[in-house]
């Protein structure tokens, strides 16, 4: 059986360097498609991949990678906005990795698509009045 998910890898500065998604191709025969790389305040890596293969082949991927020590972030987890907290600061926009956050010029205020959310959890670090919340 194929599968295809979308998935957020975050992998500590020492690993920014090393070629993770080459060793998918090649050792795990997985198609991928980056949506998004990025390198965080912290200096952590984060990629936001799509990943297509056997079944068999995306779990031995999926073991290689967090053997290797990469977090794979959850995406069975919702995340909401606390519309009553949300100060419209805009710090998420330039955070969150798929663009979920965006201005909205004419009134200021900040409109947040979930549909677009992969649950990565930056913005619910970032946010400074914690209006981001992650339900499981
Ligand atoms: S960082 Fe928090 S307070 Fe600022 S716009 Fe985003 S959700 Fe609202
Ligand atoms: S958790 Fe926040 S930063 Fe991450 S994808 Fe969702 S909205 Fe963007």
Redesign the pocket.
Known sequence: MVVSKRI?LHFPKRMVDRPIVYRLIKDYNLEFNILKASVTPQEEGLM?LELKGKQEDYDKGIKYLTTAGVRIQSLS?D?FRNEERCTHCGV?IT???????ELDPSTRRVK?D?E?????????L?CPPRA?E?HF
């Open positions: 957020v936001v987890q995340v998420c955070i969150c990795p798929t663009d979920a956050f947040f979930n677009r959310c992969l649950a990565c959890g930056l913005c619910i970032a981001m992650v």
